[in-house]
């Protein structure tokens, strides 16, 4: 077998006994389904698509889930405030650590989103991203290609001023974005319009050299059908045969990766989207695919339409350093 083929098996093998600890310990607030986007990014795919140190690619996301759970445990704010402030906190740790990983995002809002207030998150978490980096760093091994990069120093002292202006500008357009559909989805009690994943999918929707911003229906369809599916594998799983959730996991993750080679794409935020289903209450859960739809619409949309002008000059933004995209993705 080829080494992707045994990487995607061992990344089932890693969600599945993730999910298998909460059967075990009847503790959901372990849950990070955002993981097998991230063992998607690092160990599948054929160039990491978030740069940064390895140990920035593991204290991200736990530096991340401990900001959430901190916020909802000693900050008195409403739901969007508390969305609003774990995003802005969360970018600047990715600032000073000099990292990409944009799945991190999604660690602190998904604590805010599902009321995570226990510190076996974080832990969780960090433990989960250890693995990640360590598996990561046997796959470099065997492909130097492969391996993580990060942060240029060349960029010319003339040029950083403009460069932080044009990054400040491109957080604030982003930050808009995901409070004004926080907003709506509050409003209407469409929770899951911002389920954490779909906000990360607006990241990365925004950078210029993302292949799907090419046919941006085939990332609303990919997040749509991924939703679809983990909430028929749960029900079936769960409710009819009453079987254990680890088994959800490997049949929900393992149809996101035939829906990848059948759609010829791969979009590591449809991974997390497929998982999440196990942590929506009863309340939104078969609505929890018209959630996903309407909010990935809205955001892709706005992705689109908000950041036209970064299309057009890439190059400009790298130079200066602002967001860079990652290489092309391929399945």
């Known amino acids: 077998m080829s080494l992707k083929t045994w990487t995607q098996i061992i990344t089932l093998i890693l969600i599945m006994a993730l999910f298998a600890?909460?059967?075990?310990?009847?503790?959901?607030?372990?849950?990070?389904?955002e993981?097998?986007?991230?063992?998607?990014?690092f160990w599948i795919m054929e160039k990491p698509p978030w740069r940064g140190s390895r140990l920035a690619v593991w204290l991200s996301p736990t530096l991340a889930a401990l900001t959430g759970v901190v916020l909802l445990r000693y900050v008195p704010l409403p739901t969007i405030g508390l969305v609003g402030s774990a995003f802005v906190i969360v970018?600047?740790?990715?600032k000073l650590l000099r990292s990409e990983v944009f799945p991190s995002i999604s660690a602190a809002i998904l604590a805010i989103i599902t009321h995570a207030t226990s510190w076996l998150y974080p832990l969780s978490v960090g433990i989960l991203m250890a693995i990640i980096v360590l598996g990561k760093i046997f796959l470099d091994k065997f492909d130097e290609k492969r391996a993580l990069t990060g942060y240029s120093d060349t960029i010319d002292d003339s040029e950083k001023?403009?460069?932080l202006l044009l990054e400040l500008f491109y957080w604030i357009k982003v930050l808009s974005g995901v409070l004004l559909i926080s907003a709506v989805a509050l409003r209407y009690n469409f929770l899951f319009m911002i389920a954490p994943p779909l906000i990360v999918a607006f990241v990365e929707l925004s950078r210029p050299e993302q292949p799907l911003r090419r046919t941006p229906a085939k990332g609303v369809l990919l997040l749509f059908l991924a939703a679809c599916s983990g909430v028929l594998w749960f029900y079936l799983i769960t409710d009819v045969l009453h079987g254990p959730l680890w088994l959800f996991s490997g049949l929900a993750l393992g149809t996101?990766?035939?829906?990848?080679?059948?759609?010829?794409?791969?979009?590591?935020p449809v991974a997390a989207i497929a998982l999440l289903p196990v942590l929506v209450p009863d309340l939104h859960f078969w609505k929890y695919p018209l959630h996903v739809l309407t909010g990935s619409a809205l955001f892709i949309l706005m992705g689109l339409v908000f950041f036209?002008?970064?299309?057009?000059?890439?190059?400009?933004?790298?130079?200066?350093?602002?967001?860079?995209?990652?290489?092309?993705?391929?399945?």
């Open 91 to 94: 970018v600047l740790q990715l």
């Open 308 to 331: 036209r002008e970064v299309e057009q000059k890439p190059a400009v933004l790298a130079e200066r350093g602002g967001p860079k995209a990652p290489g092309p993705i391929t399945g």
């Open 35 to 41: 993981i097998a986007a991230l063992a998607l990014g």
């Open 21 to 33: 600890m909460v059967d075990i310990s009847a503790e959901k607030e372990i849950l990070f389904p």
């Open 161 to 163: 001023g403009n460069g």
């Open 256 to 268: 996101v990766l035939c829906l990848y080679r059948f759609l010829k794409a791969s979009f590591p």
